[in-house]
Every structure is written in structure tokens, then in C-alpha cells.
């Protein structure tokens, strides 16, 4: 017997959770399983019955099931039993204790026939009830479906009959949650499945549990709410600490309180029609008519007093309609009612009640609005589906925001707000519950609100807005489904021993430590008003340094012998946040820009080209926490090599990506004096040399059909971007420095040279055979050749084109003349030649005399009778 099985048996949940014991279904196991093991008595059933049964321990188990069947079954005396709420399900719990017995005493498939075989034969006998309603009918169950059904009894009578206040200590373990939650999935399967099989024995007891409930319809309520409760605690944070429960009624902020009070200090409450009209419901709230509970008399409710209040409640407003929403003209009616929807999902989420509760809270508020108020002068309910008291105040809190913000944004908007920083706090607790939301809206408990925040932040630029008011807040990844969270990167508070190992590296004496910087690159490359310096400037600003990305903190350790590279790690996590954001050329644009500023700022980091291994596991380290990066924010199109970096290469690739995005702003913006322009020119003349050194490695050119360029990312082929065209248009020769000219580099050889060789020598060649034609052909006979027998293509052509038609016309011939019947007739005269001659062989052979002298032989005749057929 499984050993999971056991797990579940009653006397093992009772352990796990002590508040089982209140139920009846385990009061009443209690008391049968006394009477199990209880002193063998002998009677006649006990002698008679059993007789053919021959297994000794079958025979042990059914004699101890008797003492407790039997009592039951007679009316005999079982205080405990007899003084139980639910009488009518006694038979389910003596099945459930029968059950439980069985995986307990490890009974497997063929012993549980046997001993549901003689429950059978033997239910009108000694085991069968006085009374009509004691009697109980036993069906013959595999061990499969007694696994099942004692889990649907389990869910039912023991998860659903426990105080509401037990659900959430159940679900601290998943284990037992998911044991729950899978007794409801099998009853709804069950409803489905015994449709078509009502035959079976697991669909004839189901069916008889069905049957139960159904002449309970204020129980049978709630097994829709109690599917949606098991989902909302499976997926609920159990850690998280409850939280008070306040009465209704009373005094509280009519939205979030920390909302509430940042709204107070620029007076923005009241500037909304939403805070006036909680008001007016709060005048409007007064008190409970008691005969309003008149109606909850046939549910069955855990918390009445309380459903009955709000109950009350809800017709006191809807009394008040008209006054209410009068002074509300500017708000639609259907604004003003979603108002009125969202003040009780505040109210509902203060008050101990169940889901099922507030259920029929709803189902009676939609049937007291159709009943008693025309259709246009009312407020019916939202659509309720099973939501816990968190959802509410969610659905809620996400609510009130997008009524504010329009208020908010004109906060943000003004040039010194002394509250922007915790707006911009509030915005982002706002957005991570949106993505909270928006991952357990399994259920479509959210899909109202989180249309409304699309709809506010999707088709405009106020993203954009928040990302300048609120930098650094990751609002910009509120969006992004692949991120679980709204910031990819925990932040937190650096110790003091990392802040210790991440000062500046004051103990660097000499400028061998500071890393390689160059110098021509300072003077040449790093000119100002050049479009790269200011793009480069922004990946260089300086990070935070109070706050620290858990996924650079790797690096810290590697910190203090290489300097600034925990730095650096931190500016490129900005730096890929915003590339993340980016689409189509301007991302592939920034990325080529982030990839050659990675690349030069490790060349300045001190000792990173030491010969010991150290320098080489900062890199590795560096590029792994990248990696991890580029991961989290989902970029798949931008890539570092990280395999046997040459930073010297590194380096020049980057002067020419440079001086090619540079290329316009000088070419069609720079206008110079002699002073200016010789630094400009220092600067081609430089690049110039670069450019000739990489020209033939970065182009594959064709002599009339342009190049094709084999790193994009840092050069273009194109002629017009050649460094000479620059010398010229800034006039350089004019400058002294500069008289003697720059050499203009130009492509070296083409990809289709030796092609167009041997066509202009193929041509030269054909020129010459053309002339010898009109030569006397007695004279010169060895060299005219023919275009057709010189060339061996039309040789081997003409070949097998002759040999295929041979084929088609011998084809021909065999099937439209007599030569093809001649060739066919031939073979089978052979044939029919070879076959008379072995025949005659056969019979010179067989024959039993020759041809001779048979005068003294004597001759042998035998014959055989001829049978007539019958007629």
C-alpha cells in the first residue's frame, strides 16, 4: 500500500490539523472505530456469515467491521452518533471510516473484492437496517476509486466544514492544499464523467453523495466560491502576516491611507469626483434594517450577522439613489455605480466573511436591485467570481490611482514639487502591483483594472513621462511579460565592508596601474562637439553609489586590485536598461555604441592585463554578470566577444565606428578656421591610417557592383565615406602641416579580378580565330576548328543526345512494327523448343522397355477400376 495514502487518512489529518476534530465526521469516526476494536463477540452472524471466507486475515477484518456495523445498523445505543447535526450522512462517514480501514490494514485489490463481495451477498442478512433511512449500500470499488472518493468525502466534509479562519493554516503546506483542492476537481469531473457511466460503482456512489447535497441547495452553493478560494490561497503568498480585521462601520480613509495621505499634502482629495462621492455614500451608509436578514434565512452562512449588515446597507443606498447621485450630474451613471462597486469592495475587504458569504451577498444584491428599482435608477453588483479580501482591496487601490493621476501628473509637471520623490515612490508600488496582478489573473479576477491601466499608459506617452519624472524606478518594464517582477535587478543597501573595498583606488601610485590609456586616442579621437563624445558621455555618467545591483556584487572582491570594475558593471546595467526600451535602428544604433564603450572602458581599468590568471577571472566574471544581464532584460540581438579579446583590435574598431557615425556632423556641419580645422584634420590623417589597414579586411567588393561589407558594426565600404573626400572638403592641404597631401586609400584588388581576367583573355583569344576564318583553309587545316568539335560541352551534348535518340527510335520500332513481334515470338519459340526436347528426354527415360528382343520377358499389365460417379 502506498505510503502517500496513509498520509490522508483521517486520523493522520486530525494530527496535522487538531481543529478536524470539531467536525461530525470525525466524532463519528471516533465512536465506530471504538466499537472496531472493541471485544470479539459471538454471534450468529459472526458464525454463519463468514464461512466462506478461508483468508485468516480477511476473516479477522471483516469480524472486527461487523461489531461496529452491526450496533449501527439495529438502532443500538451510540450517544455520540444519534446527537450528531448531520444524520443524513451517516452512511457517508461509516463509508469513510470503512475506507480508511482498508489502506490501513494495506488491503489490496483483489482482498478489497472479496470483502465488498461479501458485503454484497450478505446486505439483506445480519448486516442489513431496521430502518429504512439506517440502511447503506456498499459498491463494490476498486482501490483507485476508494482513493477517490474518500478524497471528495475529505474536501467536503472536512476542508469545507472547518472554520474559514483553518483554510489559510491549511495552506501553508501544498501538500495538503493540493489533496483539497483535487477532492473539488474530482467532483467536478465526477458530474461529468457519471453522465455516461452511471453503471460503474464509482459513479453509483458518487452519484448517491451527489444526491445529498442536492436536497441542501443553500450547501450545495458553495462548492463554485469554495474552487475559487483554493486557487487564491494555492496562489497567495502564505508568509505574508494577516492583517487586522476592522468592523464594519468604521471610520477609515475612503482610499488607501498611505494614498489618502500624500493626497492631502497638495490638496488633490477633494479634487476628484471620486472622494466626494465616497462621501456621500458614507452619509448615505446609515443603519441595517433587520428585516432585510429575512431573506438569508435559507443559506447557510458562516458569518450572517455581518452579510446581513452589508445587506442592509446596500438598500439604504439604493434607496438614496436619486439623492445620491444628483449631485454627481458631470459623473455617467455608469461611472457613478462603478464608484458605489469599488467603496464596497473596501468594505467587504475589512470583514471577517467567507468567499461563499460574500457570494450570496452579491447574488442577493443583484436580486433585491431587478426586484425593486427600474433598471436605469439602480446599481447592480459587479460580476463576483470567488475573491478573496486581498483581490478586493487590490482591484480597488489600482482603481483609485487611475482616478488621481491625471491630479498627480500636474504635481510631477511642476518645476519644484518638495512630494515628487514619494509620488514617484507611490507610482512604483502602483506598477509593481500591476505586475502582480496582471501574473494571478489566472482567474480574470483583475481583467477590469488591468484594461484601465493599458488603456491609460499604453497608447500615449505617458511611460515616457514618468521614465523622465521618475528615473531609476524601472516603470518603463511595467509592460515587459517576460519580467516577473517591474525591476529585473534587486537593489539594496551596500554593507560597510563592500562600500570599504569600493573606494577609490587612492593606493595606485603609477600610471602603469591606472590601465592603458592612449594618448593619441585623447587628442585625436575625443573631440567634443563630435555626435560619439556626447553619446559616450551618457554611457560614462556616473552610477549610484548607495545603492547596489545583487547582480554586480560579484564583481566586488575583484574591486580592489581592479579598480572601477564594479563600477562599470553598474553603468551597464543602465545603460542595457535603456537599450531594452529601444527599437528597430535606434537599438542596433545604441547597441553598437555600448559594445565598443565596454570594450575601451576595460582597457582602462588598472592591472586587467597583468599576466597573472586574476586579471583573467575578473574579465570572465565581468562578462558572465553582463550575460546575465542581457538575460534578464530579454536582449537577443546584442552580443559581446568574450573569447581571446584583443583590446589593441578592440580599440581600432572603435576609432572607426566613431569616425564613420562622426562622418556627417564633419562632412555637412563643421565649418573651421585654420586653428580648428588643423585638429580636425590631425584627426582624418589619423583615421586614414586605420582605414587603409582595414579596408580589404572588412570589404568583399566586386569591380562594377559595389561591396559587400563584412562588419557593419564598425565599417563602411561605401567610397563616399572615404577619409580623402573629408582632407579635401576641410581644405587640409591649405594648412602647412598638411601640404604635402594625404594619400587616398583605395581598394587593393576585387572579388571578381581573376573572373574578368579570364573573360577579357577569353575575348582576345576569340578575336584572333575570328581572323584565321577568312585564311585559305588548304593552307592552315590544323588551325580552323569548329565552335561545335572544339568545345567539349557541345561534344558530350551531341553525344547523348544521338545515343537518346536511338533509344526512342529502336523504341519505336519494337512496338509499332512486325520487328518487335518478331523479337518477342523468338523467345518463346525458344522456350517452347527447350521444353519439347527435356519432355522427350523425360519420356525415352520413364518408359519401362526398348526397342528389342522380348521373347523370355514377361509382360506386367495393371490396371485400376474406374468409379462411376453418383448420380
Given at each position: 500500500m ?7 487518512t ?15 465526521l470525525?466524532k ?8 472496531y476494536k472493541g471485544v ?5 452472524c ?11 486475515v ?6 472486527s467491521?461487523?461489531?461496529?456495523l452491526?450496533?449501527?445498523l ?16 451517516h ?8 475506507y480508511?480501514q482498508?489502506?490501513i490494514?494495506?488491503f489490496h485489490g483483489?482482498d ?5 463481495d ?10 442489513k437496517a431496521?430502518?429504512?433511512e439506517k ?6 470499488l ?7 472518493i ?7 466534509e ?16 501544498k501538500?495538503?492544499l493540493?489533496y483539497f ?8 469531473r ?15 456512489e458518487?452519484?448517491?453523495?451527489k444526491s ?7 450547501q450545495?452553493a458553495?462548492?463554485?466560491?469554495q474552487?475559487?478560494?483554493?486557487d ?6 502564505t ?8 468592523k464594519v ?6 482610499v ?14 477633494e ?16 443603519t441595517?434594517?433587520?428585516?432585510s436578514?429575512?431573506?438569508l ?15 442592509g446597507h446596500?438598500?439604504?443606498?439604493l434607496e ?5 447621485y ?7 451613471s455608469?461611472k457613478?455605480?462603478d ?5 464596497f469592495?473596501d ?10 458569504d ?7 444584491w ?13 446599481c447592480?453588483?459587479k460580476?463576483?467570481s470567488g ?5 478586493l ?8 490611482f ?10 510631477l509637471n511642476?518645476d519644484?514639487n518638495?512630494n515628487?520623490s514619494?509620488?514617484?515612490k507611490?507610482i ?6 500591476y ?14 483594472e ?5 488603456m491609460?499608459f499604453?497608447p500615449n506617452?505617458?511611460l ?9 524606478m524601472?516603470l518603463e518594464?511595467?509592460?515587459n ?9 534587486e537593489?539594496?543597501s ?9 573606494k577609490?583606488c ?5 600610471s ?13 579621437y575625443n ?6 563624445y556626447?553619446i ?9 553609489t548607495d545603492?547596489s545591483?545583487?547582480i ?6 575583484f ?5 572601477g570594475?564594479y563600477?562599470l558593471?553598474?553603468?551597464?546595467v ?10 528597430n535602428?535606434?537599438r542596433t544604433d545604441?547597441c553598437?555604441?555600448?559594445?565598443h564603450?565596454?570594450y ?13 590568471s ?9 562578462f558572465n ?18 573569447i581571446?579579446?584583443?583590446f589593441d583590435?578592440?580599440?581600432e ?5 566613431d569616425?564613420?557615425k562622426n562622418?556627417?556632423?564633419i562632412?555637412?556641419e563643421?565649418?573651421?578656421n585654420?586653428?580648428e ?11 586614414n591610417?586605420l582605414?587603409g589597414k ?9 569591380k562594377f557592383h ?15 565615406y572615404?577619409p ?16 604635402k ?8 584588388n576585387f572579388?571578381d579580378d ?23 583553309s ?6 580552323i576548328?569548329?565552335e ?9 551534348a551531341?553525344g547523348?543526345?544521338?545515343?537518346m535518340?536511338?533509344?526512342?527510335l529502336f ?10 513481334s518478331y ?5 518463346t ?11 522427350k528426354?523425360?519420356l525415352?527415360d520413364?518408359v ?7 521373347k523370355n ?11 462411376r460417379?453418383?448420380?
Open positions: 502506498s505510503n502517500k495514502r496513509k498520509e490522508f483521517l486520523t493522520e489529518l486530525a494530527e496535522k490539523y487538531t481543529f478536524f476534530e470539531e467536525s461530525d470525525y463519528f469516526y471516533q465512536e465506530v472505530d471504538k466499537t470479539e463477540n459471538n454471534n450468529f459472526n458464525k454463519v456469515l463468514l464461512s466462506g471466507v478461508e483468508d485468516p480477511i476473516i479477522t477484518f471483516l469480524k467491521i461487523l461489531r461496529g452491526y450496533p449501527l439495529n438502532n443500538e445505543n451510540f450517544p455520540i452518533v444519534n446527537n450528531i447535526n448531520s444524520q443524513d450522512k452512511c457517508i462517514y461509516l463509508k469513510y471510516w470503512l480508511d482498508l489502506i490494514n494495506n483483489y478489497i473484492k472479496i470483502i465488498f461479501f458485503l454484497e451477498k450478505h446486505k439483506n442478512a445480519c448486516i431496521k430502518s429504512p440502511s447503506c449500500v456498499f459498491y463494490n476498486t482501490l483507485e476509486d476508494i482513493d477517490d474518500k478524497n471528495l468525502y475529505a474536501y467536503s472536512l476542508f469545507y466544514e472547518t472554520k474559514i479562519k483553518n483554510f489559510r493554516e491549511i495552506s501553508k503546506d501538500k495538503y493540493n483542492k483535487r477532492g473539488f476537481d474530482l467532483y467536478r465526477s458530474k461529468i464523467k457519471c453522465l455516461s457511466a452511471r453503471s460503474k460503482e464509482f459513479c453509483k458518487f452519484n448517491d453523495y445529498i447535497y442536492e436536497d441542501y441547495k443553500k450545495s458553495f462548492l463554485s466560491c474552487e475559487h478560494f483554493l487564491t490561497l494555492y496562489n497567495e503568498d508568509s505574508s502576516s494577516e492583517e487586522a480585521l476592522l462601520g468604521t471610520p477609515k480613509e475612503t488607501d491611507s498611505d494614498f489618502y495621505e500624500l493626497l492631502k499634502k497638495d490638496d488633490l482629495l479634487k476628484s469626483h471620486l472622494s466626494k462621492f465616497y462621501e456621500s455614500l458614507n452619509e448615505g451608509y446609515g441595517h434594517n433587520d428585516s436578514c429575512t431573506s434565512s435559507e443559506y447557510s452562512l458562516k458569518e450572517k450577522t455581518t452579510i446581513c449588515e452589508l445587506l446596500v438598500e439604504n443606498i438614496k439613489w436619486d439623492k445620491i444628483t449631485p454627481h450630474q458631470e459623473l455617467s455608469n457613478a455605480c464608484y458605489m462597486n469599488y467603496w469592495y468594505r467587504l475587504s475589512h470583514v471577517d466573511a467567507t468567499m461563499c460574500i457570494e450570496i451577498f452579491y447574488f442577493l443583484h436580486k433585491y436591485a431587478r426586484a425593486k428599482h427600474p433598471p436605469k435608477k439602480t447592480y453588483n460580476e463576483y475573491l478573496s479580501k486581498k483581490q482591496r487590490n482591484k480597488k487601490t489600482l482603481f483609485d487611475l482616478e488621481y493621476y491625471d491630479y498627480i501628473k500636474d504635481e511642476k519644484k518638495e515628487q514619494d509620488y514617484c507611490y512604483k508600488g502602483i506598477f509593481q502591483l505586475k502582480d496582478m496582471e501574473r494571478k489573473n489566472i482567474s480574470h479576477s483583475y481583467s477590469e488591468l484594461k484601465l491601466f493599458h491609460k499604453v506617452d505617458e515616457h513621462f514618468l521614465e523622465e519624472k521618475c528615473p531609476d524601472c518594464f511595467v509592460f511579460k517576460k519580467l516577473k517582477t517591474l525591476c529585473p535587478f537593489e539594496k551596500l554593507s560597510e565592508e563592500q562600500k570599504e573595498k569600493l577609490a587612492e593606493h595606485l601610485k603609477s602603469s596601474d591606472r590601465g592603458h590609456i592612449d594618448e593619441k586616442y585623447e587628442k585625436f573631440i567634443t562637439n563630435l555626435t560619439t556626447n559616450y558621455k551618457e554611457l560614462n555618467e556616473e552610477a549610484k545603492n545591483y545583487s554586480c556584487e560579484r564583481l566586488i572582491p574591486n580592489d586590485i581592479h579598480c570594475i563600477d558593471c553598474i553603468k551597464v543602465r545603460n542595457l536598461k535603456k537599450l531594452s526600451r529601444m527599437e535602428k535606434k545604441r553598437e555604441f555600448i559594445t564603450w565596454v575601451d572602458e576595460i582597457r582602462k581599468i588598472p592591472n586587467i592585463f597583468s599576466n597573472n586574476y586579471g583573467t577571472d575578473a574579465i570572465r566574471e565581468f554578470a553582463v550575460y546575465d544581464i542581457l538575460r534578464k532584460l530579454d536582449i537577443t540581438n546584442c552580443f559581446f566577444n568574450t581571446n579579446i584583443n583590435e578592440q580599440k574598431k572603435k576609432y572607426l565606428h569616425y564613420f562622418y556627417n556632423k562632412k555637412n563643421i565649418v573651421c585654420n586653428t580645422c588643423e585638429k580636425y584634420c590631425e584627426y582624418v590623417t589619423s583615421i591610417e582605414y582595414y579596408i580589404n579586411r572588412c570589404c568583399y567588393c566586386f559595389g561591396c559587400k561589407e563584412r562588419y557593419p558594426d564598425y565599417f563602411k565600404c561605401d567610397d563616399i572615404n580623402h573626400n573629408i582632407f579635401e572638403k576641410l581644405k587640409c592641404n591649405q594648412i602647412e602641416k598638411f601640404r597631401g594625404m594619400v587616398k586609400v583605395g581598394k587593393s572579388a581573376h573572373v574578368l581576367w579570364l573573360t577579357d583573355k577569353y575575348g582576345k583569344e576569340e578575336k584572333t580565330l575570328l581572323k584565321l576564318e577568312k585564311i585559305d588548304s593552307s592552315t587545316p590544323e588551325k576548328c569548329s561545335i568539335t572544339c568545345d567539349p560541352f557541345y561534344v558530350a551531341i547523348a543526345f544521338g545515343l535518340g536511338f533509344f526512342l523504341f519505336i520500332l519494337y512496338k509499332l512494327t512486325p520487328l518487335g523479337f518477342h515470338n523468338r523467345g519459340r525458344k522456350k517452347r523448343n527447350h521444353f519439347q526436347k527435356r519432355y528426354t523425360f525415352d520413364d519401362e522397355f526398348k526397342h528389342g528382343n522380348m520377358r514377361r509382360m506386367s499389365l495393371a490396371y485400376h477400376q474406374v468409379r460417379p453418383i448420380e
